[in-house]
């Protein structure tokens, strides 16, 4: 059983049913593995949108403030990342499909 919450992120609760469903049917997600890099200048924002779609596999911070990260996000959440992604950095994230 699992109840709804209207004040939760919509995306955590999709992935907890998921989660309980999968224990009852056997269900397989594709994921896609992405190379990402934010300038400094927009890490704050970019990096609250990265953790809410994606599963983040490692990080490295740069020198100069920018953020480097290997993720996996499922492969239908990948055109909301980067959409948000691009709204967040006005452009300015590199966002490279790795498989």
Not at 9 to 17: L, R, S
Not at 30 to 35: D, F, V, W
Not at 65 to 78: D, N
Request: charged share 25%; net charge negative; glycine share 10%.
């Amino acid at each position: 059983h699992y109840s709804i919450d209207p004040f939760r992120d919509a995306e955590e609760q999709a992935k907890e049913v998921i989660e309980l469903l999968r224990s009852v049917l056997p269900i397989s997600m594709e994921t896609m593995s992405l190379a990402i890099h934010v300038p400094a200048s927009y890490v704050g924002k970019a990096y609250g949108i990265v953790k809410g779609l994606a599963d983040i596999k490692k990080e490295e911070w740069g020198s100069d403030g920018s953020w480097r990260a290997l993720v996996e996000v499922p492969a239908g959440s990948y055109g909301t990342l980067l959409e948000k992604l691009g709204e967040a950095t006005k452009g300015n994230a590199q966002v490279k499909v790795l498989g």
